[in-house]
């Protein structure tokens, strides 16, 4: 136990310490897999916890980017103005959505899901006047925290975001603990029983929705923060399907791995698309591998490892 | 004021008449028994009475309230439990996560998303206290998936039962259980509070005569006879569809 508490502390001062370590290109990527990992861990919430697969993610990761960049641009808004004000529009459509999609489920829920995240994505796309169409938004800027307290610098933001998805990830391992997060495994697990017990499955699965939405959300803020810009792509069935993919990959339902997975995923894409263009190639085999290897991703090949070893 | 009531109560599946004008009163603290052959529509009928399908006509009633049109978790809410012939466990979950779950559902329910479960000591020790009752405790971090048969079968009823239901519906409690999985199962359910009214379907003659005190006869999806024990067991026409099959 000793051991696992000097491993953990470890790991905590490793994270902090990485901006004194790092350059300016490995600290962006370490920021980008810490946004990717709350993204990620969102998902999870919903396939991972709930059982409800949804290709549509990016909808709202990318509304509540496009939301807090226009705030800031057009309207000047500070962050501590704007960033509730992009969660709450991605709740808002979160709810209107989800009255849609949760009434389906299997394949149906996956194909309502991305029919609604394209929808968002059209419109992005179009509506040029409002969001520069394909051009997308640039320059927007990262926030000051409170006046003179800027996130300009690197290393900076990169604690800023350390703090809000640590603080995220806290309320989330709270909330799969709770007897909602056991209901949610619950209704995974058989519907039929948990109605016979007297749930409300439906009320259940459309609050998941949302609170998966609005993790998803704060995601996306973090993320037009930290690019300083947003375009269409946020929104795009790829994105949902790359965070997908990280929760798989990682192992769903548990959290940590769709984390992990993120971290991954990251890493291999900033390493394969500096040898080749078609990255997504590589990607894609490791999604084969890791289905036909370790269907419960990698925290469930951990898992069977460590056991192997102790069993034998 | 029967427990639980079906008033012509039909059922279509695509043009197939699984139930047609059932009406059956259930009444309370009753051991009513359902029997009748493959295809019979009792499984359809309990099915209709937890909710899960809805009527295409006719009328349910519990305690003599209207529930033909209330979802499942409404039913289950005004007193009514279920088990299922197909076990309906939290498979990966433990089987004391089970029990909690129900537990928590029998507490009310209440979304509470911050306080851990396992936190909760009322839940833990309820869920410890259950377990003990029937004799599980051995098994109660092991995931409902790698528990045998017998025991699912056990977990599946104990979990309808953990809501303290004034109606139960028990659908083949002792089907693909041994024999002296059988005998513990009857032991169950004879030892049910005598104020608990429940509706079972069951295959095993000596188990459901044994137990019954007022019995449905059912075929091609209509009730044929209704009456007691000794009446059902001298009827000439329920020899000849059912009895006379085995």
């Known amino acids: 136990m000793p051991l696992k508490l000097a491993a953990w502390a470890a790991g905590i001062a490793a994270i902090l310490a990485l901006p004194l370590v790092l350059g300016p290109y490995y600290l962006g990527l370490a920021t980008k897999m810490i946004i990717y990992a709350l993204f990620a861990m969102s998902l999870d919430l919903l396939i991972g916890f709930t059982g409800m697969a949804s290709l549509g993610q990016a909808a709202y990761f990318g509304l509540a980017a496009y939301t807090a960049g226009l705030l800031a641009l057009r309207l000047g808004w500070n962050v501590w103005a704007a960033l509730p004000g992009a969660l709450l529009v991605s709740v808002l459509a979160a709810l209107a959505f989800g009255l849609l999609a949760t009434r389906t489920r299997g394949s149906y829920f996956l194909m309502i899901t991305l029919a609604l995240s394209q929808l968002v994505w059209g419109i992005a796309f179009g509506w040029r006047s409002l969001t520069g169409g394909s051009d997308g938004l640039p320059a927007v800027p990262r926030p000051d925290l409170m006046p003179f307290v800027s996130l300009e610098s690197d290393s900076a933001f990169y604690y800023f975001v350390l703090l809000i998805v640590a603080l995220a990830t806290f309320i989330l391992f709270r909330l799969v603990a709770s007897p909602f997060g056991y209901a949610l495994r619950g209704i995974r697990e058989s519907e039929t029983r948990m109605l016979a017990l007297g749930y409300n499955v439906r009320r ?13 959300a704060l995601a996306g803020v973090l993320y037009v923060y930290f690019n300083r810009f947003v375009s269409p792509d946020y929104l795009h069935v790829e994105r949902s399907a790359e965070v997908l993919l990280m929760v798989i990959l990682g192992g769903a339902g548990t959290l940590i791995g769709p984390a992990i997975g993120a971290v991954v995923i990251v890493a291999l894409e900033d390493v394969a698309s500096a040898y080749t263009e078609r990255w997504l190639m590589i ?13 419960d991703g990698l925290t469930g090949l951990f898992k069977r490892l460590r056991r192997g070893r102790t069993g034998a | 004021m029967s427990a639980l009531q079906t008033v012509g109560v ?28 493959n295809g019979a529509g009792k499984t359809t009928l309990f099915n209709m009475l937890s909710g899960t399908f809805s009527a295409s006509s006719g009328q349910m009633l519990l305690w003599g309230k209207d529930i033909t049109s209330l979802p499942p978790y409404e039913r289950a809410r ?16 433990s089987v004391s996560e089970n029990v909690m779950l129900a537990l928590h559902a029998a507490r009310g329910g209440d979304l509470s998303v911050y306080r851990p479960m396992k936190g909760d000591r009322l839940l833990l020790q309820g869920a410890a206290d259950m377990l003990a009752r029937w004799e599980l405790s051995h098994i109660a971090d092991q995931a409902a998936n790698t528990i045998s048969y017998g025991q699912k079968r056990q977990v599946d009823l104990m979990l309808a039962l953990v809501g303290q239901p004034s109606v139960l519906l028990l659908d083949e409690p002792t089907a693909g259980l ?6 513990r199962v009857a032991d169950m359910i004879r030892s049910l509070p005598r104020d608990m009214t429940v509706l079972m379907i069951e295959h095993d003659m000596d188990i459901a005569f044994g137990f019954a005190d007022r019995v449905t006869v059912m075929n091609q999806g209509q009730v044929i006879v209704e009456g007691d024990v000794a009446a059902i067991r001298n009827n000439a026409e329920v020899a000849a569809i059912y009895l006379g099959e085995d």
């Open chain 1, 204 to 216: 259940y699965r459309l609050l998941v929705f949302v609170i998966s939405g609005l993790f998803a």
């Open chain 1, 283 to 295: 990607i894609g085999v490791v999604y084969m591998l890791v289905a036909l290897l370790a269907p």
């Open chain 2, 10 to 37: 039909s059922k279509n599946f695509g043009g197939v008449l699984a139930l047609s004008d059932v009406s059956i009163a259930v009444e309370k603290g009753a051991r009513h028994l359902i029997i009748g052959p």
């Open chain 2, 78 to 93: 005004l007193g009514m439990a279920r088990t299922f012939q197909i076990t309906q466990l939290f498979s990966r979950l």
């Open chain 2, 178 to 183: 041994s024999a002296a999985e059988v005998v």
